[in-house]
């Protein structure tokens, strides 16, 4: 932890007489120092120029300071003094502090002594995505699944406890992510698991987050009257305040008050059928672009949701999946290209060395795109060779953790134990892989359950239906199995993936980070031992110390999530849980 004390910009005249008052009052030990704030920083490094004031309503008595990461603990230097209202300004466009409304001035206020420290936490701009706790299903187009701003609620040294509130009687159907505007604006996106109970199409709602009660309600299609395929796509809010969703083959945009502005239908590949055609979520470049890559039910397949991608008589029968950008203001088209393959896994996106790239994953290998004004453009320089080994399945999405991208195998159930991947940036020929849980035993019963679930109805020994998660700031990789019922930290060294710890956690569903980077927490589900992964109908809900592994909270036995989703963070430490027959609940864990 660094300390850092910076002298003061130059005060007008009433400034400094206002000044000269205030030192007199305060005594010559203040006086010969001349300092007014004392600041501790720590977690991610970013060099920043901020301002701070005793009063940021004025403001008056302003100081200059640089500090170097984004976790601030301020004090003061004025003995037995509270200030109320004291400011913070930071002098760098798009930063804002966590949980605070800026004042008309562009000053943050809070609370601080010298026995009382404000913990602040700036927020650096996340484009293309609305600066908000989450807009986007994880958080950034990296899809690290961290999100800095959400806070744990209870305790990381004491025993805590979990208060549940859930929307009964009224459901959100098949829920799948949700996104803010602010705490006060809360939006659902839902109905695309045509295979579950209610779902009947997607869905966008705003809910009031202290009820759960349904503010508005926009049924974006009803598939059951038109035979399409009712598979999930996604939600997001980009820069401009509009609202995104993404279902079967159509792009709609949205205003925070639920007005459509537009629903473009986009262009299925020109083989399949649109009704057998889903955009399964969709992705957006820094410079605002929308991205979305295709996935194809069989053609004559009837099943709905992800069950047509398991039980249509061959799965695979389906044409190479396309890759299409929309400009966001327009609502058109600027790309579309066919890719070499069916990707299942969505589009990962992040700007490496100035440029945008889009990385996807094949069955065996993995590729990119520069993308240049929407444009895509093959980047053949990087090229992995064969990433997976034989009895492995396809990957899930790319996280992007500083110079590397991530992933794990076995997004369908594999006769072979999962690895986690790591691809380098910068030189595709630098790749790792490990198998943290090879050798794990399966649980009886569900290895009877999955007796011929794996390739050529062999015996599955893996599976695991969500993308990793990565903390870049503590170079950490969070992976999870479902069959042997593991969840695992790994890091990347100048040797490799070295496991870091491993815990005893059955999930189907992404975990989630939140917390500053010196106190990150790792939340996810858990399903309840007697139950099968897939089949169950419980859950819990359980935050762990991320750096350690150790359980921090769990909640009380739930009714199942909605599978291949995750614990929405959500502000002042709350967690939203989306159960897959609707039942929206509010998780609050606090201090026993």
């Not at 060395?353 to 093959?378: M, S």
Request: glycine fraction near 8%; aromatic fraction near 10%.
């Amino acid at each position: 932890m660094l300390m850092h004390s910076f002298l003061r910009s130059p005060f007008s005249i009433l400034k400094g007489l206002f000044l000269i008052t205030l030192l007199l009052t305060l005594g010559p030990s203040y006086a010969s120092t001349g300092l007014f704030f004392n600041v501790a920083e720590t977690g991610t490094s970013d060099p920043l120029r901020i301002k701070l004031a005793l009063n940021g309503i004025g403001p008056v008595t302003v100081q200059n300071y640089l500090v170097n990461a984004l976790n601030l603990s301020i004090t003061t230097t004025v003995p037995n003094h509270i200030y109320n209202f004291a400011g913070i300004k930071i002098e760098k466009p798009g930063y804002r502090i966590a949980g605070l409304a800026p004042f008309k001035n562009g000053y943050y206020l809070f609370r601080v002594g010298d026995n009382l420290a404000a913990n602040l936490l700036i927020i650096p701009p996340n484009p293309p995505w609305y600066p908000s706790l989450q807009a986007f299903e994880h958080y950034n187009s990296g899809r690290s699944h961290v999100f800095p701003e959400a806070t744990f609620g209870g305790s990381l040294t004491l025993g805590n406890v979990v208060d549940t509130l859930n929307s009964l009687p009224l459901l959100y159907p098949s829920g799948y992510n949700m996104s803010y505007l602010d705490a006060d604006h809360a939006y659902i996106y839902g109905g695309g698991y045509g295979d579950i109970a209610g779902s009947i199409g997607a869905y966008v709602d705003r809910v009031d987050p202290n009820t759960l009660e349904r503010i508005w309600h926009r049924q974006l299609i009803i598939t059951a009257e038109n035979g399409e395929w009712d598979y999930p796509g996604s939600m997001g809010i980009l820069e401009d305040g509009f609202i995104y969703v993404s279902y079967g083959y159509r792009l709609a945009k949205i205003t925070p008050d639920g007005e459509i502005v537009k629903i473009k239908i986009l262009p299925t590949g020109g083989i399949a059928l649109p009704e057998n055609t889903s955009f399964n979520g969709f992705n957006a470049t820094s410079d605002g672009y929308i991205v979305m890559k295709s996935v194809y039910r069989q053609a004559g397949c009837t099943y709905q949701g992800p069950d047509a991608l398991l039980n249509c008589p061959d799965p695979t029968d389906v044409p190479p999946s396309i890759l299409i950008s929309v400009d966001p203001k327009t609502m058109e088209v600027v790309d579309n290209i066919t890719l070499p393959a069916a990707v299942g896994a969505r589009p990962t996106i992040t700007t490496y060395q100035g440029k945008n790239y889009v990385y996807l994953l094949a069955p065996t290998t993995a590729f990119r795109y520069e993308v240049k004004e929407g444009k895509f453009i093959p980047d053949n320089s990087w090229n992995p060779g064969m990433i997976t080994v034989n009895g492995q399945t396809l990957c899930t999405s790319f996280s992007v953790m500083n110079d590397w991208v991530v992933a794990q195998t076995n997004t369908l159930p594999a006769s072979t134990a999962l690895s986690v991947i790591a691809i380098h940036q910068g030189d595709a020929s630098i790749h790792y892989s490990l198998q943290p849980f090879l050798g794990d035993p399966i649980p009886p019963l569900v290895e009877a359950a999955f007796a011929t679930a794996g390739p050529d109805a062999s015996q599955a020994i893996s599976w695991a239906p969500m993308a990793v998660s990565s903390d870049s700031d503590n170079n950490l990789i969070y992976a999870s199995d479902a069959l042997p019922g593991k969840i695992a930290a790994i890091t990347i060294t100048n040797k490799g993936l070295e496991t870091v710890w491993k815990a005893s956690q059955t999930t189907t569903e992404f975990t989630t980070l939140i917390g500053p980077s010196n106190n990150r927490v790792l939340v996810g589900t858990d399903i309840p031992g007697p139950e099968i992964p897939g089949t169950n109908l419980n859950d819990y809900a359980v935050w762990r110390n991320a750096a350690t592994g150790v359980e921090l909270a769990r909640s009380p036995l739930l009714p199942a999530m909605t599978q291949g989703t995750m614990i929405q963070p959500y502000y002042n430490g709350d967690m939203f849980y989306e159960g897959q027959l609707g039942r929206l609940i509010k998780l609050m864990p606090r201090p026993l």
